[in-house]
């Protein structure tokens, strides 16, 4: 198969895993990881690469690591009310606020949307799709290695929502 006609897709589990729910993107890519088959990743009977990263990063630096990618899925968490705990949002990233409201920015960089049109303008192959996989939290800076229980609950859908995306092609 011609590497060149492969769907690169990279999946970012964003956030800190020491500070209890912020760590829900690992958990996510953690999970996703252990679903995934070898054959996904460019094997001879796919036409698919799927990298999984854990980072800790936004604006230029997460824009860095998709470089040469043709997709991205970015799980991660986002502040929201307690009603609201553990619920799910899957959104374009173009279709978020150019702001952070996760953790694609930092108050020393700029957006990732940002850095997304920055790349592109100096000529970066950066991906045309990027889909945010978002998870409600409310304790940011808790720490703890643990997810809270409607925080941990949410894992495994937030996994099949991610696996059901790399599927597409």
Known sequence: MNRDLIMKTIVIGLGNPILSD????WKVAE????????????????????DIEYLSLGGIGLMERMIGYDRAIILDAFIAEKEDLGSIIIRNLKDLPNYSAFHTTS???????????????????????VLVIGIAIQR?????ESLSPPV?????????????LLQRT
Do not use: K, Y
Not at 22 to 25: A, I, L, N, Q
Not at 32 to 42: L, V
Not at 140 to 144: D, N, R, V, Y
């Open 107 to 129: 108050t020393h960089d700029t957006s990732l949307q940002n850095a997304i049109e920055l790349g592109r303008h100096l000529g970066a192959q950066l991906p045309s799709e």
């Open 152 to 164: 941990a609950e949410c894992v495994p859908q937030a996994a099949h929502i991610a696996l059901n």
């Open 140 to 144: 940011i800076s808790e720490f703890g």
């Open 22 to 25: 912020d760590g829900v993107g």
């Open 31 to 50: 999970e996703i990881q252990r679903q995934i088959r070898p054959a996904c990743n460019g094997g001879a009977d796919t036409d698919a690469v799927i």
